[in-house]
């Protein structure tokens, strides 16, 4: 930095301080303030710096020294209280506004203690201290809807809310507020309206915060944590609007609403951000994901939800373990953290791992208790139908589909006890006693379809597969591959091979769509429904066509060969090897040279495909070049050689 003439600090200073560059001004004041310890305006601008860049901590420790050193000035005072309470340091911050003793600061004094209630949870004691101001100060009115807010009473405080803005004006925050009570009554549209404003006016307003810049894939500098960045909610507005895409499965849109926000380095993001960043990369960086909940919950404060989502994946990555030790070393965070079905849920889930008879047990009783639930919600909605009223029929409706969702979880984690066992019979028998309850449900469906699928009632399983594939039949790749390649299997075990070519003529059409408008987008579907097909006639014994069926549906490899195309392929080869080495089959030498060949093309495109994926967690990884197709290939061709005898 160039050095500063003698006479031009003040100036240096407040010019800096004016174009926003509080980090220089900063480093120049600690320069002064070392030759002049007690200056009090070093220590003021100072205090104002750290303020502004969200540093509470050392900005309250400049407000300290100054009301020690200037005891008469009451704003000191102030901005040290205020200062201590942004820094989360409650107890001082509290102990510190009963020093406002002047009549001019009482107001500032009982809003600041109502805050510190509210953030030490005590919401009577904050209810109390706001009712000490008038109920026309917009302050009173924006606390007490967050009051509500908390409470749960998600209407009456959007009303609030709503009046604050009329009286304050368009805020940022009150604008956020309001989308949030707007997400928790479901109202997505509406939420998505005010995030939309609070976006809108972050980028006319505020250019220099880079929004979109790192979608785009620019590399960009962070914005650090600015008072500006606090003030436009741009950072609260992307994390919501990221959770409004996250529950409506827009898995890429939400990805996108993170990177779309102002760019931040790692240690500066907020614990919402992180946790977000955690939840919606879990899929492509799980490892990363549970580093970051797992530091979260470390933390003096965290998303309430934060939590209960690291036991539930690390429940759905079968790390029991792991969730077994965090919910005993957490004790104290159960009650406050989990609500009794979310606790019941884990408690019977864990339970499974070693006592599967008594998880069951469980299981059912949580599903008698919402069962239970369901029925008087259902009479609760008929009622409101017959009176009327539309208003208590919605309401109805949304509690009857959230009691529903948390009963097909229930059902679903008891049901995998007996498909893990390959009961399949009393999988069946579970999905038909809940049919009452489930019967509109695609989850519901799709699983008693998979079950009726493994116990080859294929007739039965294509009456629940039918109706799921033609309620996507327009966008049939949103179909997952699995669902398309079990249907075409029952088609042709059932003689309907015609409705199986149809099926499949629609999947290559969509495909080649998608490869004209993106060459380079890998997309398996059609090649799995052919892995499929060729399995199901490897199975059957008929090689010459099961493996010529695999080998086609795997052309051209640069864009079919992938991770888990490659687990349907090679077991395929391995069974067929299997029966060959007990000469219970025998190949024509021309399907053996096109096996040998394909084995040596995939050798070629496989050099970059991971063979598995390893699970996150892992402590033993497989060596880098074991983990390819290219060397499992390499394997498979080898083996051919040895029972073919054409190594000898």
């Not at 004209?516 to 059957?540: M, Q, S």
């Amino acid at each position: 930095m160039t050095t500063i003439k003698d006479g031009e600090y003040t100036a240096t200073i407040y010019k800096l301080i004016k174009d926003s560059q509080y980090v220089e001004a900063i480093h120049i004041l600690n320069g002064q303030l070392q030759k002049h310890t007690k200056s009090r305006a070093a220590l003021s601008l100072l205090g104002y710096c750290y303020y502004h860049i969200q540093d509470f901590t050392n900005a309250a420790e400049c407000y300290e020294q100054l009301t020690q050193l200037h005891p008469e000035v009451e704003e000191y005072k102030v901005y040290y209280a205020q200062s201590l309470y942004k820094a989360g340091a409650y107890p001082e911050a509290s102990k510190a506004s009963f020093v406002l003793d002047n009549p001019s600061s009482h107001t500032k004094m009982v809003k600041l203690q109502a805050c510190i209630k509210y953030c030490e949870e005590n919401y009577s004691a904050a209810k109390s201290l706001l009712e000490q101001l008038p109920q026309d100060d917009p302050d009173y009115i924006y606390n007490m809807g967050c009051l509500l807010y908390q409470d749960g009473k998600y209407e009456e405080a959007c009303k609030k809310f709503t009046s604050a803005m009329q009286v304050l004006g368009y805020v940022p925050a009150l604008s956020y507020n309001i989308a949030l009570c707007y997400y928790n009554l479901k109202n997505y549209d509406q939420a998505n309206k005010y995030i939309g404003e609070i976006i809108e006016r972050g980028i006319r307003e505020h250019p220099e915060l880079n929004v979109g810049i790192m979608t785009e894939g620019i590399d960009v500098h962070s914005v650090g944590n600015t008072l500006v960045l606090h003030q436009t909610a741009l950072i609260e507005a992307f994390n919501l609007k990221a959770a409004i895409e996250y529950q409506q499965k827009n898995l890429k849109a939400a990805q996108e609403a993170l990177t779309d926000m102002p760019p931040r380095s790692e240690e500066e993001l907020d614990p919402v951000t992180l946790h977000n960043q955690a939840l919606m990369n879990m899929d492509t960086k799980p490892s990363e994901g549970f580093e970051k909940l797992a530091f979260l919950l470390q933390q003096p404060s965290f998303p309430p939800v934060t939590f209960g989502n690291l036991l539930l994946l690390y429940c759905k990555h079968e790390y029991f373990d792991l969730a077994a030790d965090v919910l005993a070393e957490n004790a104290h965070l159960t009650y406050k953290f989990l609500s009794p079905y979310m606790f019941e849920f884990l408690d019977a889930l864990l339970t499974c791992q070693t006592a599967p008879e008594e998880a069951f047990r469980k299981f059912d009783e949580m599903n008698a208790k919402l069962t239970e639930q369901l029925r008087k919600l259902a009479k609760q909605l008929q009622e409101a139908r017959l009176a009327r009223d539309d208003e208590g029929q919605k309401k109805a409706l949304q509690e009857y589909d959230v009691m529903q969702e948390k009963y097909i979880v229930v059902l679903m984690a008891q049901a995998r006890i007996y498909w893990n066992r390959e009961n399949f019979q009393m999988v069946e028998k579970i999905f038909r006693k809940s049919v009452e309850v489930c019967n509109e449900d695609d989850t519901w469906k799709l699983n008693v379809a998979h079950v009726l699928f493994m116990q080859n009632k294929y007739k039965e399983a294509i009456g629940f597969y039918e109706p799921i594939v033609k309620k996507h039949y327009d966008n049939i790749l949103n179909v997952s591959a699995v669902v398309l390649a079990n249907l075409c299997v029952s088609y042709i075990m059932t003689s309907q091979n015609e409705e199986a070519e149809e099926l499949m003529r629609k999947i290559e059409k969509e495909e080649e769509q998608i490869s004209y408008e993106d060459p380079d987008k890998k997309v398996f579907h059609l090649c799995i429904v052919n892995l499929v097909i060729g399995t199901l006639y490897c199975a059957k014994g008929n090689y010459d066509f099961g493996i010529s069926r695999v080998i086609k549906s795997l052309e051209p490899y640069n864009k079919k060969l992938g991770t888990d195309t490659w687990f349907y392929a090679k077991r395929c080869f391995l069974s067929l090897l299997e029966n060959m080495s007990k000469h219970m089959v025998m190949l024509r030498d021309a399907v053996v040279q096109e096996c040998i060949q394909f084995l040596e093309h995939c050798e070629v495109y496989g050099k970059e495909v991971p063979a598995i994926i390893e699970q996150p967690l892992e402590e033993t990884r497989i060596h880098i070049g074991k983990n390819t197709v290219t060397y499992e290939a390499r394997l498979l061709k080898a083996q051919f050689y040895e029972v073919i005898g054409w190594n000898k």
